[in-house]
């Protein structure tokens, strides 16, 4: 008797897409970072940023001697409530709080104020902004670290590496906080700088920046001082509105049935 079975095959094709590798550089500094803050001591900590265009990323970094970490919560006074990126606290127990806003609706002379669960001396802070960054998912990937008496070679002040970037068209943020107020200290290898501000409450700021045009890579952001110094340095990545994403990402599967 002639069987009429029929064998079935499965063809399985995944198919990745050849994108460009880099995009071009949407985002550029929208207002140049400015310190804020009022040295000694209090439940909160302001700064002032003169013009946020709508739809831009709002940036502030807070930072208090002596006290931990007790931040609790960052809002402006044009109703945004901010967002958490990253803290850290040193061996000399300074604390320094990372926050952003994305999409901000825009305003003039916006103050953003952060507020601690109890009173904290040495009060200080930056603020920001960046334009044509995703008004959605802006932030990619972020690391921070905290030293004290780090070396002054060069780039000693170092972040340590992100995870892979998601795509090309990122910023690229450094911001760098390091105690001594009369050392020199400049941009890490590759980057610009966005600002330089010393603060009555001690400590000089550093905000420095650069474009990413290849996605898929780990990124650091470093600096040099003239001596050592105690610091706190974050890096984070935010994702430009021409942004191509990763290789891997732009993956098909296709399925062939043949019997």
Not at 12 to 17: E, H, R, S
Not at 66 to 87: H, K, M, R, Y
């Amino acid at each position: 008797m002639r069987s009429n079975s029929k064998t079935l095959i499965v063809l399985v094709l995944i198919v990745c897409l050849v994108v460009p590798s880099s995009a071009a550089q949407t985002w550029s500094r929208g207002t140049v970072f400015v310190a804020g803050g009022t040295g000694g001591s209090g439940t909160t900590v302001p700064c002032s940023i003169a013009t946020i265009s709508a739809g831009s990323v709002a940036l502030a970094l807070f930072r208090i001697a002596n006290g931990g970490l007790p931040f609790i919560s960052v809002a402006d006074d044009e109703g945004q409530t901010w967002t958490q990126i990253g803290s850290s606290v040193d061996g000399s127990f300074t604390g320094t709080s990372l926050w952003y806003k994305e999409n901000h609706p825009g305003g003039t002379t916006v103050v953003v104020t952060a507020t601690f669960t109890t009173s904290a001396a040495g009060r200080s802070s930056i603020c920001g902004t960046y334009t044509g960054l995703l008004t959605s998912g802006a932030l990619d990937k972020f690391t921070q670290q905290s030293d004290v008496n780090a070396g002054s070679a060069t780039d000693a002040i170092n972040s340590g590496l992100t995870a892979s970037t998601t795509e090309s068209d990122e910023l690229v943020l450094g911001l760098i906080w390091q105690a001594q107020q009369g050392l020199t200290i400049s941009p890490g290898t590759g980057f610009s700088e966005n600002a330089h501000l010393v603060t009555a409450a001690n400590g000089i700021f550093l905000v420095e920046d650069m474009n990413l045009a290849t996605p898929g890579v780990t990124q650091s952001v470093a600096s040099t001082t003239s001596t050592t110094s105690d610091y706190h340095v974050y890096v984070a990545t935010f994702k430009g509105t021409s942004g191509v994403p990763a290789a891997s990402d732009n993956c098909l599967l296709l399925l062939g049935v043949s019997c």
